[in-house]
């Protein structure tokens, strides 16, 4: 029998992380854009040194409550929003700001375009694009700006979750781009960036059968209990025997376009897994369906 | 837009500008509307995104440690990059950085250079062995003109958002941080076009596709030039070149002055 198995951030086991927004529209040349962010917002907080003991406490119990600075009398200290209670319990606190730990993706569309290289060009389709990239600053340590085999393997594994959902037929003798560009990484940017794509698709006005959802799911253990959770962290995904499950969802089919893992689940566990994820994208679609239809709120808002 | 609709558009602009206007009906001397957010990046030791009348540039800093070079041992390094995604604009294709994304970051990298706004001795670890390397990226997501501007507001507000982390055993601590990155100087370019006889500043995108000739002057706060950059196969007189420095030290206090009221917003 399966003990509890406490997630670093202080949030339950369904739950995605807490703070998931997206915006379409956001980019001016481009045909199609949106922009994500999908993560834990964090508070500072100003401790004074005396409550430091809470702390230690507090921060080995959930990894995410930490020390970022120390000064003479006082710390800077973090506070995932699941566990923004805690701060109540402190005293003479200061909350100095918030910001968000999470994924910052930014996503073009261009097309249907003319196609480059021109001789690729089919009569019968057209040809999707998708290409993945991270900043250098978005991750721990600096990644270089030459593309990495990780992109390249995240960027085709993300064009064919979405070729068959649109109607690529219709547009014989030209490509769509999707251009993904990951601002700020804390685990799962691929799902992150195939979300803003469905919408920033859906915003260029390419026709789709479906909005694909994407999301991952997983695994994590301590003390030789584990549990299947949704929705992986940074810390979480960097726990040993940790196992992550990214997928794309096509919510009213209820089909995966995209399914990758590492890690070791058993069977009766993979189906766990499956189950909660299509549960899961489909919370994501509804923001996603949200985030078109405020944009043409703001856009009729804006005729009159 | 391909080539016909610039043909059209750049038609439009230079007619105007025989009439004393622009465009947008903007004051020759007047920028577009620029808003400027910092700390956007977790993971970046110090961050900005600007939007400069829809030109959107983030910029991140991040420290790594490294040896020094070696006829500067006694300095840390600082290398700037900058990238002109495919988001930006239809014509920018995926790929190595092209000429005008190495111009962008060469022209950042010396105004900062120059300006001595880093005291790179404050990052040696250990003389001649290990130094802090700070990197500036810069990326840009949505090119409506004016890159360098956006660009040099991106990094200013960034380096000005920078902490140094701190470093344990020879390795830098992720999130934890020893001090705020000490900036003597903030340089700021300011980038002027002309068209005709007409010299504006901020240019947008329809002026950039029209202007005969462009003019970047980063200055600092005493009214120092620090670094310049001429764009464009067209030409200045030095009586232009004298009006667009004077106008640069003016710009350029107002537009420090955003960056200072951007980045000191609830910081501790």
Not at chain 1, 185 to 203: E, F, K
Not at chain 2, 125 to 137: K, N, P, S, T
Not at chain 2, 203 to 214: G, Y
Request: with cysteine; proline share 5%.
């Amino acid at each position: 029998m399966a003990g509890e198995v406490i997630r670093p951030d202080g949030r339950s086991y369904e739950d995605l992380r807490d703070t998931i927004r997206i915006e379409a529209g956001v980019l001016d040349r481009a045909d199609g854009s949106a922009y994500l962010e999908w993560g834990t917002t964090i508070r500072l907080v100003k401790v004074p040194a005396q409550e430091e003991k809470k702390l230690s406490k507090w921060s080995e119990k959930w990894p995410m409550v930490s020390v970022v600075e120390r000064r003479e009398d006082h710390v800077l200290a973090e506070f995932p929003k699941p566990l923004w209670k805690l701060i109540d319990e402190l005293k003479d606190v200061e909350v100095v700001r918030e910001y968000l730990r999470g994924n910052k993706v930014f996503v073009a569309v261009y097309g249907p375009r003319e196609p480059i290289p021109r001789h690729e060009a089919s009569p019968y389709r057209a040809i999707l694009r998708y290409r993945y990239t991270m900043s250098p600053f978005s991750v721990p340590e600096r990644k270089s700006p030459k593309p990495s085999r990780r992109e390249t393997e995240i960027s085709m594994v993300s064009r064919l979750a979405l070729e068959k959902v649109l109607f690529l037929e219709e547009f014989p003798m030209t490509m769509i781009d999707v251009f993904a560009e990951v601002i700020s990484a804390d685990a799962g940017t691929r799902v992150a960036a195939l979300t803003a794509a469905s919408v920033a698709l859906a915003d260029a006005g390419i026709p789709m059968r479906d909005l694909p959802a994407a999301v991952a799911v997983g695994k994590i253990c301590s003390d030789g209990n584990c549990a299947i959770v949704a929705d992986l962290n940074k810390k979480e995904e960097d726990m040993e025997g940790a196992v992550d499950l990214p997928m794309v969802v096509l919510p009213r089919k209820e089909e995966f376009t995209l399914l990758q893992m590492d890690g070791r689940v058993s069977r009766e566990e993979l189906e766990e897994m499956l189950e909660l994820g299509i549960r899961k994208a489909k919370e994501i679609n509804r923001i996603q369906r949200e985030a078109l239809l405020r944009k043409y709120e703001r856009v009729s808002g804006n005729d009159e | 837009m391909n080539e016909f609709v610039w043909e059209f558009t750049s038609d439009k602009v230079r007619k105007l500008a025989l009439r004393g206007f622009r465009i947008d009906r903007r004051a020759l001397l007047d920028y577009r509307p620029a808003s400027i957010e910092t700390g956007v990046v977790y993971n970046a030791d110090g961050s900005a995104l600007v939007n400069l009348g829809g030109t959107k540039v983030v910029a991140g800093v991040k420290f790594e440690l490294g040896a020094p070079y070696p006829d500067r041992p006694d300095e840390g390094a600082l290398l700037v990059d900058a990238e002109i995604l495919p988001h930006s604009s239809p014509s920018a294709e995926p790929g190595p950085p092209d000429e005008e994304a190495i111009e962008l970051a060469r022209v950042i990298d010396r105004s900062i250079r120059e300006s001595n706004a880093l005291d790179m001795k404050e990052f040696v670890i250990r003389e001649g062995e290990l130094v802090y390397l700070l990197f500036l990226d810069m990326r840009v997501l949505d090119d409506n003109g004016n890159l360098i501007d956006a660009a040099s507001l991106a990094s200013a507000a960034a380096l000005l958002d920078a902490k140094v982390p701190r470093v344990e055993d020879d390795q830098i601590v992720r999130h934890e941080y020893e001090r705020k990155l000490k900036l003597n100087e903030i340089p700021i370019y300011t980038t002027f076009v002309k068209i005709g006889k007409l010299i504006m500043v901020d240019p947008r995108i329809e002026e950039e596709h029209a202007f005969d000739a462009r003019m970047s002057i980063a200055t600092v706060d005493d009214g120092s030039i620090v670094a310049m950059q001429k764009g464009g196969a067209g030409s200045f007189s030095k009586g232009e070149l004298s009006f667009m420095a004077d106008e640069a030290i003016k710009k350029g206090r107002e537009m420090r002055k955003l960056v200072k009221e951007a980045v000191g917003h609830g910081k501790d």
